[in-house]
C-alpha cells in the first residue's frame, strides 16, 4: 500500500464550511470531442453485475439513531454500527487540530480515532496520544509512549476506551493502559511481537492481534496474560492489522494468512476457524492472503472479506459458512438491517443481501487519479452509513457520497487533504483523520 503525502494543505474557511455538502457538482464540458460513447468516470472498470432477481427488491434499511460514542475501531466490540444520524443537509466544520506527526514516506497513520466521553483519542504516527475536547478541538492531555531507546520508523497500533482506561497496542511489543482523565500510565505489560492492529476490548478483557498473527488476551484491569492463539506467520501482509470482533462469550480474529477463527473468550477454546485465501491471481498485492478488513458479528452471524477474493457469512456458534462470493477487499463490510456494503478491490462499492449474498447495486469508484495513463491508485476507505448516504473517503482528497438504496452518486467534494482512513462518527458528529495528521470535526 502506498502513501502519499498531500502536495498542499487547503484549509481555508470556504473549504472547512462546504465539506462534506455533497452537493452534487456538475460535469465539466469535454474540451476536444472525442468520436464514441462517453462513459462516466464512476463506470469505468465495472466487472460486478447486480441480481436480476433483486430489481423488484428494494433496499429498506433501519431508521438513522444517534450513537454517542465510537470508543474503539469499528465504533464497538462488534463492529455492527447500522445507520448513523448525523443530521441532515450540508455539514460544517466545528474545528480542527493537530494530532502529531503526519504520514510521511517512513511512518503510516494507522490508528483511526475513537470517541467516548466527550473526548477525542488520537494515536498519530510516532505513538504519540492526544486528546481533544470533542465539543471545541481544545487539547485535553498528551502522553508520548515511544521508548527512549526504540527506533522513531517503528509505527502503528491503535487505541480502546474502556472502563476508564486507554488501552494503546504499540509497534514496540507493548500494552499500555493510560488513565482516561490525564493519561498517566496505570500498566504495561509486554505482548510477543509488535502489534499494527487497535485492540478490542469487552468484559472486563482486551483482545490484541500481533504482526506475526497472534492473538494474544490480557485482563482489562491489571494487564495480566488470561490466553492467546498462535497462527500461522505470512512473510508479507497489508499495513495495519484486523482489530478481533467480540460479541458474548465469542471473539472472531482474522489474521494475514487469511484464518479467520473463532474462540471462547474466557478459556480461549477454538470454536471452529475458516480460511478465506481465495484463489485471486495477477499482481503481487491481488495474491496477498490478507484480511485486513475488520470480521463483523451481526446478531448470528460472523461477515467478513479476504483480499485473497473471499467474502464469506459464518454461523457465529457453529462455524460454516452460510453463503460466500468471490468479492476480495481490505475494508470493512458495514451492515444495515437486512443488507451490508463494502468496497472491493477492484475500487468498487457493492451493496448485497445479508440472508445470501446476492448483489443488489455495483457502483465503480475511479480506480486512479490518472485514468488516462493508469497512474497514481487511489486507496478506497468506509464505507460509513450516515443518515442514507454512504461515505467514502479516498487517498486522492476527495470524498464521495452514494445513495445506500440505488448506488447513485449524491456528492463529490474535495477534502483539505489526503487520507487512508475512513470517518468515524459520534453525537451526531463526522471525524476525519488526514495523511498530515489534521483531524476534523464537522457537524
Known amino acids: 500500500m502506498t502513501f ?13 464550511a462546504g465539506l462534506l455538502a455533497f452537493l452534487l457538482a456538475a460535469c465539466e464540458p469535454t474540451k476536444i470531442p472525442l468520436p464514441g460513447e462517453r462513459v462516466s468516470v464512476l463506470q469505468l472498470n465495472k466487472e460486478l453485475n447486480s441480481d436480476p432477481s433483486l430489481t423488484d427488491t428494494p433496499v429498506r434499511l433501519p431508521r438513522p439513531y444517534e450513537n454517542q460514542d465510537w470508543p474503539q475501531s469499528g465504533g464497538n466490540q462488534a463492529h455492527a454500527m447500522y445507520h448513523l444520524s448525523a443530521g441532515t443537509g450540508a455539514f460544517k466544520q466545528l474545528w480542527s487540530a493537530n494530532i502529531g506527526s503526519s504520514a510521511d514516506s517512513a511512518n503510516r497513520l494507522l490508528a483511526e480515532p475513537v470517541i467516548t466521553d466527550g473526548k477525542v483519542f488520537t494515536l498519530d504516527s510516532e505513538s504519540l496520544v492526544r486528546v481533544f475536547d470533542a465539543a471545541t478541538g481544545k487539547l485535553v492531555w498528551e502522553n508520548d509512549l515511544t521508548p527512549e531507546n526504540d527506533d522513531d520508523d517503528l509505527f502503528g497500533g491503535g487505541i480502546a476506551v474502556y472502563e476508564g ?19 498517566k500510565k496505570v500498566w504495561e505489560v509486554d505482548a510477543p511481537s509488535p502489534m499494527r492492529a487497535p485492540p478490542a476490548a469487552s468484559d472486563g478483557r482486551i483482545f490484541t492481534v500481533t504482526i506475526d498473527n497472534q492473538l494474544v488476551v490480557y485482563a482489562s484491569d491489571d494487564g495480566r496474560r488470561l490466553w492467546s492463539n498462535t497462527g500461522v506467520e505470512e512473510a508479507a501482509g497489508f499495513l495495519g492489522g484486523a482489530t478481533p470482533a467480540v460479541l458474548g462469550d465469542v471473539v472472531v480474529a482474522a489474521y494475514t494468512s487469511g484464518d479467520l477463527l473463532a474462540f471462547d473468550v474466557v478459556t480461549g477454546r477454538s470454536l471452529w476457524s475458516d480460511n478465506l485465501a481465495g484463489r485471486t491471481g495477477g499482481n503481487a498485492v491481488a495474491a496477498l492472503t490478507d484480511i485486513r478488513g475488520r470480521p463483523v458479528i451481526d446478531r448470528d452471524r460472523v461477515i467478513a472479506i479476504g483480499n485473497g477474493g473471499v467474502m464469506a457469512a459464518i454461523d457465529l456458534r457453529r462455524g460454516g459458512r452460510i453463503w460466500d462470493n468471490s468479492l476480495g477487499g481490505t475494508q470493512m463490510p458495514w451492515v444495515a438491517g437486512d443488507f451490508l456494503y463494502v468496497i472491493t478491490s477492484s475500487s468498487e462499492v457493492v451493496c448485497l443481501t445479508r440472508e445470501d449474498g446476492r448483489i443488489k447495486w455495483v457502483q465503480a469508484l475511479p480506480p486512479f487519479e490518472d485514468m488516462e495513463d493508469k497512474e497514481d491508485p487511489i486507496y478506497w476507505s468506509g464505507p460509513v452509513l450516515v443518515e442514507d448516504r454512504l461515505l467514502v473517503t479516498g487517498s486522492n482528497g476527495v470524498a464521495l457520497a452514494f445513495s445506500p438504496y440505488t448506488g447513485k452518486l449524491l456528492g463529490k467534494q474535495t477534502l483539505p487533504d489526503r487520507s487512508h482512513l475512513p470517518p468515524v462518527v459520534a453525537n451526531k458528529t463526522v471525524y476525519m483523520l488526514s495523511d498530515d495528521a489534521d483531524l476534523i470535526a464537522l457537524r
Request: a positive charge; charged letters at 30%; aromatic letters at 6%.
Open 4 to 16: 502519499r503525502r498531500s502536495p498542499a494543505k487547503q484549509c481555508g474557511a470556504a473549504l472547512a
Open 165 to 183: 482506561k486507554v488501552f494503546v497496542t504499540t509497534p514496540f511489543a507493548k500494552l499500555i493502559a493510560l488513565d482516561e482523565k490525564d493519561g
